[in-house]
Each structure stands twice: as structure tokens, then as C-alpha cells.
């Protein structure tokens, strides 16, 4: 059973830009959610995916986008990148459905730098 | 909105004794609390849960407690090992259909040999 990756592990951009970036949940999940943990915080949910579609969005505003594939991996895009944008970017993948407390379980994240 | 919050940005604790993580949330509709455990150049990993409708639960060295009145939990490491240095997060889930979990900010645990 493969663990829940997360790639680039590390990217550096320019304010203005547009960043993609990757995730490949645990086997036989079908929910992502993406988090943004800024340096000293804890994370913050963006957003969740649950076979395919997204349904559930924290308050984050629409140039954060994702997308979900036929093989429950995803994809988080950030337009028109802002300094306020560096930070870890973590994924956590989960069966989806499960009444009990969902487990959640996350990637090593991506580390954003914007200059 | 900070709906959870962990004020102790960091414990130092002996290796043998009690580690006590504290964590206060302000919305009475999270059904679920959980504790994650994050190493550097990791993500958090699943420690121990609680439902809302407990007040105590315990695995193996890992006890949570819940006090619903005060909004209230906290995490007991027992004994304390080396190893638990981490940082801990605390976070509460939602009842909507996302499941949606709010952490708080976390708190640096050191356990010195």
C-alpha cells in the first residue's frame, strides 16, 4: 500500500505566476483535501475533492482552483501568485463516506516560495 | 476565524514524565477531535481521536481528553520518550459533507533525555 505523494517537494516562483501542483492519494482513497500551512500556523483547508468533484471549499479565494482525476490523484493551481502564497501546501487523501472520523491521511507537502 | 487554538507555541518536557498539550475551540458543532503529530520534512500523521460525544480515550502511552463544557481538550503523553519530540497539532472536524477540519497553530513538544 503506496502513501500519499506530493510533487515538487520544493518550487520557487515570481509574484504573477501560475503554479500546478500534484498529488497522489493513498491507494483506494477517493477524497482529497488540499491545505495551506503558512509558516507558524497550523493548516488551513482550501478545498476537497470527492470523486472528481469538488465539495467543499474553505475561504480561499477562486485563483486557487484543483482538479480531481479518474484515478483519484490531484491537482492543485494557484493563479496570479501573491507573496502571501509561500507556504507548505499539504494533501491529504481519505476514504470518503465513512461516518466514523475519516482519518486523513497526509502528504509531506509541497514548499512554495513566491519572490 | 481561529475556531481552534493551541497557546503554547512550545513544552519542554523530562524523558519519563507526563507531556500535557492543550487545545480550546470555540464552535460546539465539531462531532470529532483529532491529534496529528508532524516531524520535519513530513506531514502530520494520526495520533488518537476522540468523538464529541466521549470525554476520554486512551492508546496505549496516548490519552485525550475532552471537556465539552469548557470547549476544552488536551493530550497526555505517559511516559514522555525522546522519540515524541514533534510538533503536535490539534484539530476538530466539521459536520458538514466535507468533513472539513480546522487545526490550530501547533505546539512544539521537546522531550530531553
Known amino acids: 500500500e503506496t502513501g500519499v505523494t506530493q510533487s515538487p517537494t520544493h518550487l520557487i516562483k515570481t509574484r504573477g505566476q501560475q503554479v500546478t501542483l500534484r498529488c497522489s492519494s493513498q491507494?483506494?482513497?477517493?477524497?482529497v483535501s488540499w491545505y495551506q500551512q503558512a509558516l507558524g500556523q497550523g493548516p488551513q483547508f482550501i478545498f476537497q475533492?470527492?470523486?472528481?468533484?469538488?465539495?467543499g471549499r474553505g475561504n480561499f479565494p477562486p485563483r486557487f482552483s484543483g482538479l480531481q482525476f479518474p484515478n483519484y490523484s490531484s491537482e492543485l493551481n494557484v493563479n496570479a501568485l501573491e507573496l502571501d502564497d509561500s507556504a507548505l501546501y499539504l494533501c491529504?487523501?481519505?476514504?470518503?463516506?465513512?461516518?466514523?472520523?475519516?482519518?486523513?491521511?497526509f502528504g509531506p507537502g509541497t514548499r512554495l516560495t513566491v519572490l | 476565524d481561529q475556531q481552534v487554538k493551541q497557546n503554547s507555541p512550545s513544552l519542554s518536557v523530562q524523558e519519563g514524565r507526563i507531556s500535557i498539550l492543550n487545545c480550546d475551540y470555540t464552535?460546539?458543532?465539531?462531532?470529532?477531535f483529532l491529534w496529528y503529530k508532524k516531524y520535519p520534512a513530513e506531514g502530520p500523521t494520526f495520533l488518537i481521536s476522540?468523538?464529541?460525544?466521549?470525554d476520554k480515550n486512551e492508546d496505549g502511552r496516548f490519552t485525550v481528553f475532552l471537556n465539552k463544557s469548557a470547549k476544552h481538550l488536551s493530550l497526555h503523553i505517559v511516559p514522555s520518550q525522546p522519540g515524541d519530540s514533534a510538533v503536535y497539532f490539534c484539530?476538530?472536524?466539521?459536520?458538514?459533507?466535507?468533513?472539513?477540519?480546522?487545526f490550530g497553530a501547533g505546539t512544539r513538544l521537546t522531550v530531553k533525555p
Open positions: 475533492y470527492y470523486r472528481e468533484e469538488e465539495n
Open positions: 491529504a487523501s481519505s476514504l470518503g463516506g465513512d461516518r466514523d472520523h475519516n482519518e486523513q491521511f
Open positions: 464552535n460546539s458543532m465539531f462531532d470529532y
Open positions: 484539530a476538530a472536524r466539521g459536520q458538514g459533507l466535507t468533513r472539513e477540519m480546522r
Open positions: 476522540i468523538s464529541s460525544i466521549k
Open positions: 491507494s483506494g482513497h477517493n477524497t
